[in-house]
């Protein structure tokens, strides 16, 4: 019996799927490239890390995931395809996010302009808008999370570490999930927290990162992890801005989801979206609003097209016809057979 687990090939097949090339590895899984057997789709493979050791925690919060992707749909979060086991170790497929992560991109400068960056963003936070009102705390957005393709579009990845509302926690008392650097600073300060409010603060970080062209609060090699968390906690005590050569109201938004304070940023990710919606322009709503619509490519295929618009013409000038023959029934029939028009007409 092979191991559990154990080193995956190129041309090795797991479940329906092909694996083709490794594209990254951290966390608790390693990610590889995959193509449907059948469709030629490709895809992203999620295999659990364990080294050969029971974790049953692990396994749960990797279980979570699937559970979590399953749950969405929106065209900024990355959707699930399949999942299943391997060698008594399970795995995931999403869909594939082609391109390179935010950190990556930041690392060596802007990647956007701000009109883009809004338009990205309000996309980004209906999208976790749709997660919070189906329970789901994504609890690590960061830069690292979230992938840009060759067209400028964002989507967001690895709910890894997602909370479920009604859920059982799966980490210990007192241990925070997430990325230090994109905690809250109730959440760096060990106090109560609401993880959609965080969600809103670590957002609205990277808003700030990608507007500014930079990454914030990069890891000090100079300081041991004491100083580094003092560093940090005095910096988030205050909003974070984008920088004086940004619209007053763009400025607005990024300070007031990046409140030191959780009651003073945005009460909900939908108030995130509203505000971030209100700086587009008619050309950036209208393609904000198709991408919304599913109206564009995602994940390789194109989205069933909305209900065409029939025209009614063609029905007016038919029932028009039978109406004028009725015209010999006397003004009772007629009355009745132009309510009949009407109401058909106008259905």
């Not at 329970?135 to 830069?143: N, Q």
């Not at 109730?186 to 965080?198: I, K, Q, Y």
Request: glycine letters at 12%; a negative charge.
């Amino acid at each position: 019996m092979p191991p559990r687990g154990g080193p995956i090939k190129g041309g090795e097949q797991v479940g329906s799927w092909v694996v083709e090339r490794p594209i990254a590895q951290g966390g608790m899984g390693r990610v590889l490239l995959v193509r449907h057997a059948v469709t030629g789709r490709q895809g992203a493979l999620k295999l659990l890390l364990t080294d050969g050791e029971e974790d049953e925690t692990t396994k749960a919060r990797f279980r979570r995931e699937v559970e979590v992707l399953g749950s969405l749909e929106h065209p900024a979060v990355v959707g699930l395809l399949d999942a299943g086991e391997r060698r008594g170790e399970p795995f995931l497929v999403m869909e594939y996010a082609s391109g390179e992560n935010l950190e990556n991109l930041l690392a060596k400068g802007p990647v956007m302009a701000r009109g883009q960056a809004l338009v990205e963003f309000a996309l980004l936070a209906d999208g976790l808008r749709h997660a919070h009102e189906e329970g789901i705390h994504h609890r690590d957005i960061k830069a690292e999370n979230v992938v840009m393709g060759a067209d400028g579009h964002c989507m967001l990845v690895d709910f890894g570490v997602a909370l479920q509302q009604g859920a059982s926690r799966l980490t210990n008392a007192g241990h925070v999930m997430g990325t230090f650097t994109y905690l809250a600073p109730e959440v760096l300060e060990g106090g109560e927290r609401d993880p959609a409010s965080t969600d809103i603060y670590a957002l609205g970080q990277l808003l700030c990162e990608v507007l500014q062209g930079k990454l914030l609060f990069r890891d000090d090699e100079g300081r041991n992890a004491r100083q580094r968390y003092v560093a940090l906690i005095d910096a988030k005590g205050t909003p974070l801005d984008p920088g004086e050569e940004l619209p007053e109201r763009v400025r607005a938004i990024v300070r007031k989801a990046t409140e030191p304070e959780p009651d003073d940023r945005y009460r909900s990710m939908a108030e995130l979206v509203v505000a971030l919606r209100a700086e587009l322009t008619d050309d950036e709503l209208e393609q904000l609003d198709q991408r919304l619509a599913g109206t564009q490519q995602r994940g390789g295929s194109i989205a069933a097209p909305t209900r065409p618009v029939r025209s009614r013409l063609p029905l007016v000038a038919v029932l028009s016809l039978v109406l004028f023959g009725l015209l010999a029934c006397g003004t009772g029939s007629l009355l009745g057979a132009g309510a009949v028009l009407v109401a058909i007409v106008w259905r």
